[in-house]
């Protein structure tokens, strides 16, 4: 902000791509559901397993 107005195709590209997710709830929940569903007796489910896994169980969350 300070020097905006100095640069401001540099301050409007700040703006747009370096811009800080205020809060990353979604993605450690994500990482939470992924750590519930693989366990030390599923260690060895391959990764298109998991994803069909968390999508499934999303769905069912969601009352899809």
Same mark, same amino acid.
């Given at each position: 902000?300070?020097?905006?107005?100095?640069?401001?195709?540099?301050?409007?590209?700040?703006?747009?791509?370096?811009? %800080?997710? !205020?809060?990353? /709830?979604?993605?450690?929940?994500?990482?939470?559901?992924?750590?519930?569903?693989?366990?030390?007796?599923?260690?060895?489910?391959?990764?298109?397993? %998991?994803? !069909?896994?968390? /999508?499934?169980?999303?769905?069912?969350?969601?009352?899809?």
């Amino acid at each position: 902000q300070l020097n905006g107005h100095h640069f401001p195709v540099w301050a409007s590209l700040a703006r747009d791509y370096l811009a %800080v997710l !205020a809060t990353s /709830v979604s993605s450690e929940r994500a990482f939470s559901s992924a750590g519930i569903t693989i366990t030390k007796r599923r260690n060895r489910l391959k990764g298109d397993i %998991v994803e !069909a896994l968390q /999508v499934l169980k999303s769905a069912f969350r969601n009352n899809l």
